[in-house]
């Protein structure tokens, strides 16, 4: 069993900063590669970003330059600092782990419940 809470959405002005938080708990071994996603209303869902163990990152285009991904493999913990907020970055931001092997050898992906991040004009 694996799960992965998010923390730290809620409301900003545009221009404003919010920082994530993706805490991973259960019964595995390490994790490789986690990742940031967002669904705005009425929208796909779409990745943010990802983030490997050894720190390598990748972005959307459209959130290159403002967002920040790290974390902290020993907490087993990610986040996600967001800067220079738009209304158009308002989604529900959900964490992601594409792979994880478990103490009882079963490879699972697994998603937070996401957090509601609203950015106002």
């Known amino acids: 069993h694996v799960q992965l809470v998010e923390s730290g959405g809620g409301l900003v002005q545009a221009g404003g900063s919010l920082r994530l938080s993706c805490a991973a708990s259960g019964s595995f071994f390490s994790i490789s590669v986690m990742g940031w996603y967002r669904q705005a209303p009425g929208k796909q869902r779409e990745l943010v970003g990802t983030i490997t163990r050894d720190g390598i990152t990748n972005y959307a285009d459209a959130v290159k330059g403002r967002f920040t991904i790290s974390r902290d493999n020993a907490k087993n913990t990610m986040f996600l600092q967001m800067n220079s907020l738009k209304p158009e970055d308002t989604a529900v931001y959900y964490c992601?782990?594409?792979?994880?092997?478990?103490?009882?050898?079963?490879?699972?992906?697994?998603w937070g419940q996401g957090t509601l991040v609203t950015v106002s004009s």
């Open positions: 992601n782990v594409p792979a994880v092997l478990t103490t009882t050898f079963r490879n699972l992906e697994v």
